[in-house]
């Protein structure tokens, strides 16, 4: 059984930043792919940010240039730095892990707002 527990989600000023960390745990040694997703209230959810375990990352278009993905060595640990934050990106965080399958963690809240 595989578990991703996120957390540093909170409540932050536009402009402001977070840094989100999710930990894996479990059967698997390592992931093809992991990475984040938001979903706010009434939308789908949506890419944020995926590293391969080569280091391959990938954006979606709107936090590009001001969000960073990484990961720790032993590719069960993977990282997001929010800079800029926009009110728009209130949303639960997921962590998002994929090896013969889709893991997703519960989720942390990001608020942006004054």
């Known amino acids: 059984q595989v578990q991703l527990v996120e957390s540093g989600g909170g409540l932050v000023q536009p402009g402001g930043s977070l840094r989100l960390s999710c930990a894996a745990s479990?059967?698997?040694?390592?992931?093809?792919?992991m990475g984040w997703y938001r979903q706010a209230p009434g939308n789908e959810r949506e890419l944020v940010a995926v590293i391969t375990g080569d280091g391959t990352t990938m954006y979606g278009d709107s936090v590009k240039g001001r969000f960073t993905v990484s990961r720790d060595k032993a590719y069960k640990k993977v990282y997001l730095e929010m800079n800029d934050l926009k009110r728009k990106e209130t949303a639960v965080y997921y962590c998002?892990?994929?090896?013969?399958?889709?893991?997703w963690g519960q989720g942390t809240q990001v608020t942006v707002s004054s």
């Open positions: 479990g059967r698997i040694v390592s992931f093809t792919t």
């Open positions: 998002d892990a994929r090896e013969g399958g889709t893991y």
